[in-house]
């Protein structure tokens, strides 16, 4: 069946540095692909996706690229501020199935 | 624009009791699911439906119900609560087109039991 793996966490850094979360995954077909960001007492909420092969998802600074020869969909920020500190799930969502697939996320905190 | 309500946010239970939580959607998706958070243990999926009618097991099914009669509500039934089902549990609606698959949560559930 479908996989997520995350980076283990939990990951703190100061603000201003570079973050990376690595996502790799397993699934049949060409899933989209997607990082979800928690913050405390809230639902998830999406951050960025690509639906396909070398598409760029970005936002609020954030940026992965699906990459399919390694299967990986990385997470990358260039300069990390404290309110950024949050839980980040990496999900797949083949198409037309219900289901979708995450993993365990990455509980990320940045200090002043 | 609602998106997904949950009901309700917090609810503590006696061992042994039954409840159910609610879960509605107005983006007309088709897809909905059910998860629980756990510490340490991400997102488990319960039971998911992929419309009115039709619902099927996740990996944590046991202990739980659902049934989906419209689109837009898909309720989680708790038949008789157990310590080990205390957690959080989220809602989470998408459509089904190629262009849709993004996953719209609800606010959560913390659900408690004594």
């Known amino acids: 069946g479908d996989s997520v793996t995350q980076m283990e966490g939990p990951v703190t850094l100061s603000e201003e540095a570079f973050l990376t979360i690595n996502c790799t995954y397993t699934?049949?077909?060409?899933?989209?692909l997607f990082w979800y960001v928690q913050y405390p007492g809230e639902g998830l909420q999406l951050l960025l996706k690509?639906?396909?092969?070398?598409d760029k998802g970005s936002n609020k600074g954030f940026e992965a690229t699906y990459r399919k020869e390694t299967t990986s969909f990385h997470l990358e920020k260039g300069s990390v501020q404290v309110s950024d500190s949050a839980v980040y799930f990496c999900?797949?969502?083949?198409?037309?199935?219900?289901?979708?697939?995450f993993g365990d996320g990455t509980t990320l905190t940045v200090k002043p | 624009n609602a998106g997904v309500t949950q009901t309700p946010k917090f609810q503590v239970l006696k061992t042994g009791q039954s409840m159910t939580l609610q879960c509605a959607q107005d983006?007309?998706?088709?897809?909905m699911s059910w998860y629980r958070q756990d510490p340490g243990m991400g997102l488990r999926l319960i039971h998911y439906?992929?419309?009115?009618?039709?619902?099927d097991q996740g990996e944590v099914p046991n202990g739980y119900n659902v049934s989906r009669s419209t689109t837009e509500d898909f309720p989680l039934r708790l038949l008789s609560a157990a310590p080990s089902q205390t957690s959080v549990y989220f809602c989470?609606?998408?459509?089904?087109?190629?262009?849709?698959?993004?996953?719209?949560f609800g606010q959560g559930t913390r659900l408690t039991v004594v």
């Open positions: 989470a609606s998408r459509g089904q087109g190629a262009g849709d698959t993004e996953a719209f």
């Open positions: 699934a049949t077909g060409y899933p989209s």
């Open positions: 690509a639906t396909k092969a070398d």
């Open positions: 999900a797949l969502s083949p198409f037309n199935a219900g289901k979708s697939t």
């Open positions: 983006m007309n998706h088709e897809y």
């Open positions: 439906s992929v419309g009115a009618g039709i619902t």
